[in-house]
């Protein structure tokens, strides 16, 4: 009888170290009590006979509590299926491996598994005297698993639910997945998708991204299930696991056909609006050329009509002195000239000849004074000249227009103030200036002073005050007062041009600055500085 049916009989298990293993292995011995994984000796009618501490930590139970006893008093639940692994493994000799176990600790209600290995366990004579039995829980890893199919799920379904088209590859770049956008844009499911597509389509730099665990972004065009190419921007990330390896890729495309359109159209408006702007520039230069000329064209009518006054003058007296130089003759001819008609004669020849040499000379001071300011208004040289005597002069051209208004106009410049400038460019602000002064600072006839004040400004510029004493700007008027085609006048043919001209002059053209001060009722002081040397070729 052996130990086992002895054991039976008796119903006393036998020592597990002297009758089932040879005593002089204590190497087995230690080894079983030490073993990480849960190890169990069942008897052929399926009784524990020898347990470890690390399956009683496992299962939590007390060897007590099992040793001696049958499977089925201590895990009813299990009985049936260990029986009939032991029953199979005492018939055949086969053991039996990776059988998975559910069920509870008997000390808690949570679920557990575990993974079971059986093993028949011989005597020297060959025979089976029993099973071998290895528990391994894998409770934390089921958990694991169940999470990451969870977590795939939620993953599958978030990525489904995007618009875009997304895919996942292995470490090599072989296309495993791809969500229900893609069968949904290009018609055919995802088998049907070569894994390896991706090196052709995104050809070296997928290779490179491969290559170097980079991610990757580019633009492509796929063929839709309509057989149209639309633009699609694809981006590429490399996932690492905890050690910074990688072991796969995602990557989106997302149809760009709309940003694309929209760019095509935002390049058309701008185009547009450049050509726009392009011709706005045109003919704002053309209105300025245009109001450039009108203003000239005031300027010579005034000095034309100052011009005519001492030539008419001159043309009354040269008439007289005709007239008194026929009848002189006609005395003389006749020999009746008198004494007293002699002498009339040559007071009339004094007073004709020093009236018609001070008109004379007042209209060639007003003719040369219109030909120095419409020389430097011709020339767009650099020169050196005396800023006090080119607003005198500039002045002198200004004046013949106040009279018909009742405005005053006052010059105080700074003696032997000499400047390196566009003398040209300097007499069109002035002129500027005055005529916008003229047309709106003084309505409805009202009388007043126009002062021009020029002194030096520090060592290197130059200070120009141009001031009226009129009805000056509202705040909303002063605030765009230099703004092109900004007028209060447009009634009354305004173009607006006038101080958009004065302002670009000084700051562009005489590299000065620009400051305007207004009050309603109080006047307007129009403030220029310039540098007293200009470089060559501002």
């Given at each position: 009888?052996?130990?086992?049916?002895?054991?039976?009989?008796?119903?006393?298990?036998?020592?597990?170290?002297?009758?089932?293993?040879?005593?002089?292995?204590?190497?087995?011995?230690?080894?079983?009590?030490?073993?990480?994984?849960g190890?169990?000796f069942?008897?052929p009618?399926?009784?524990?006979?020898?347990?470890?501490?690390?399956?009683?930590?496992?299962?939590?139970?007390?060897?007590?509590?099992?040793?001696?006893?049958y499977?089925?008093?201590?895990?009813?639940?299990l009985?049936?299926?260990?029986?009939?692994?032991?029953?199979?493994?005492?018939?055949?000799?086969d053991?039996?491996?990776?059988i998975?176990v559910?069920?509870?600790?008997?000390?808690?209600?949570?679920?557990?598994?575990?993974?079971?290995?059986?093993?028949?366990?011989?005597?020297?004579?060959?025979?089976?005297?029993?099973?071998?039995?290895?528990?391994?829980?894998?409770?934390?890893?089921?958990?694991?698993?169940?999470?990451?199919?969870?977590s795939?799920r939620?993953?599958?379904?978030?990525?489904?639910?995007?618009?875009q088209?997304?895919?996942?590859?292995?470490?090599?770049?072989?296309?495993?997945w791809l969500?229900?956008?893609?069968?949904?844009?290009?018609?055919?499911?995802?088998?049907?998708?070569?894994?390896?597509?991706?090196?052709?389509?995104l050809?070296?730099?997928?290779?490179e991204a491969l290559?170097?665990?980079?991610?990757?972004?580019a633009?492509?065009?796929?063929?839709?299930?309509?057989?149209?190419?639309?633009?699609f921007?694809?981006?590429?990330?490399?996932?690492?696991?905890?050690?910074?390896l990688?072991?796969?890729?995602?990557?989106?495309?997302?149809d760009?056909?709309?940003?694309?359109r929209?760019?095509r159209?935002?390049?058309?408006?701008?185009?547009?609006?450049?050509?726009?702007?392009?011709?706005?520039?045109?003919?704002?230069?053309s209105?300025?050329?245009?109001e450039?000329?009108?203003a000239?064209?005031?300027?010579v009518?005034?000095?034309?009509?100052?011009?005519?006054n001492?030539?008419?003058?001159?043309?009354?007296?040269?008439?007289?002195?005709?007239?008194?130089?026929?009848?002189?003759?006609?005395?003389?001819?006749?020999?009746?000239?008198?004494?007293?008609?002699?002498?009339?004669?040559?007071?009339?020849?004094?007073d004709?000849?020093?009236q018609?040499?001070?008109?004379l000379?007042?209209?060639?001071?007003?003719i040369?004074?219109?030909?120095?300011?419409?020389s430097?208004?011709n020339?767009?040289?650099?020169r050196?000249?005396?800023?006090?005597?080119?607003?005198?002069q500039?002045?002198?051209?200004?004046?013949?227009?106040?009279?018909?208004?009742?405005?005053?106009?006052?010059?105080?410049?700074?003696?032997?103030?000499?400047?390196?400038?566009?003398?040209?460019s300097y007499g069109?602000?002035?002129?500027?200036?005055f005529?916008?002064?003229?047309?709106?600072?003084?309505?409805?006839?009202?009388?007043?002073?126009?002062?021009?004040?020029?002194?030096?400004?520090g060592?290197?510029?130059?200070?120009?005050?141009?001031?009226?004493?009129?009805?000056?700007?509202?705040?909303?008027?002063?605030r765009?007062?230099?703004?092109p085609?900004?007028?209060?006048?447009r009634?009354?043919?305004?173009t607006?041009?006038?101080?958009?001209?004065?302002?670009?002059?000084?700051?562009?053209?005489?590299?000065g600055?620009?400051?305007?001060?207004?009050?309603?009722?109080?006047?307007?002081d129009?403030?220029?500085?310039?540098?007293?040397?200009?470089?060559n070729?501002?």
């Amino acid at each position: 009888m052996t130990p086992y049916q002895q054991s039976i009989a008796t119903g006393v298990p036998p020592r597990f170290s002297e009758e089932v293993f040879d005593p002089r292995q204590p190497t087995l011995q230690l080894i079983y009590d030490t073993a990480p994984v849960g190890l169990a000796f069942l008897s052929p009618d399926c009784r524990y006979l020898q347990i470890n501490q690390r399956l009683t930590d496992i299962c939590g139970i007390s060897v007590e509590d099992h040793l001696g006893r049958y499977v089925g008093d201590c895990v009813p639940a299990l009985a049936d299926a260990v029986e009939g692994i032991v029953q199979s493994i005492m018939r055949t000799g086969d053991p039996v491996t990776g059988i998975e176990v559910a069920g509870q600790r008997a000390d808690q209600t949570d679920e557990r598994f575990w993974v079971t290995y059986w093993h028949p366990h011989r005597n020297a004579d060959g025979e089976i005297v029993g099973v071998n039995v290895a528990a391994e829980e894998i409770t934390e890893r089921k958990r694991a698993e169940a999470a990451l199919r969870a977590s795939e799920r939620q993953f599958h379904t978030l990525a489904d639910s995007i618009p875009q088209l997304v895919w996942m590859t292995h470490a090599d770049g072989a296309i495993y997945w791809l969500n229900s956008h893609w069968y949904e844009y290009t018609g055919r499911p995802a088998g049907e998708i070569d894994p390896h597509a991706w090196h052709t389509v995104l050809g070296n730099r997928w290779i490179e991204a491969l290559a170097t665990g980079t991610a990757m972004e580019a633009e492509l065009s796929l063929l839709g299930k309509d057989g149209e190419y639309r633009p699609f921007l694809t981006r590429v990330v490399p996932l690492r696991d905890p050690q910074g390896l990688v072991y796969g890729w995602i990557g989106t495309h997302i149809d760009i056909s709309e940003r694309k359109r929209s760019e095509r159209e935002v390049r058309r408006a701008r185009d547009a609006a450049e050509a726009a702007l392009q011709n706005l520039r045109e003919t704002q230069n053309s209105l300025i050329e245009a109001e450039k000329l009108a203003a000239l064209g005031r300027l010579v009518a005034g000095v034309a009509h100052e011009i005519n006054n001492p030539l008419g003058t001159s043309l009354t007296v040269a008439s007289s002195l005709e007239r008194k130089s026929r009848q002189f003759a006609a005395e003389t001819a006749q020999g009746t000239l008198k004494r007293s008609s002699l002498n009339e004669f040559v007071s009339a020849v004094r007073d004709g000849s020093a009236q018609l040499q001070e008109s004379l000379h007042r209209a060639a001071e007003l003719i040369q004074s219109f030909k120095q300011v419409a020389s430097d208004r011709n020339t767009s040289d650099l020169r050196s000249f005396d800023l006090g005597d080119l607003t005198e002069q500039v002045a002198t051209g200004l004046r013949p227009a106040l009279p018909k208004h009742g405005v005053t106009l006052n010059v105080e410049c700074e003696q032997g103030l000499s400047i390196s400038s566009y003398p040209g460019s300097y007499g069109q602000v002035l002129t500027n200036l005055f005529l916008n002064a003229i047309a709106h600072a003084f309505p409805d006839g009202r009388q007043g002073i126009i002062a021009i004040k020029v002194s030096a400004c520090g060592a290197d510029d130059v200070e120009i005050i141009f001031s009226d004493d009129g009805c000056g700007m509202s705040p909303d008027v002063r605030r765009q007062a230099f703004d092109p085609f900004f007028s209060t006048r447009r009634h009354q043919g305004g173009t607006g041009l006038g101080l958009h001209i004065v302002y670009s002059v000084v700051t562009d053209r005489l590299g000065g600055q620009l400051r305007l001060s207004s009050e309603p009722g109080k006047g307007t002081d129009v403030r220029i500085i310039l540098p007293r040397q200009m470089p060559n070729g501002t």
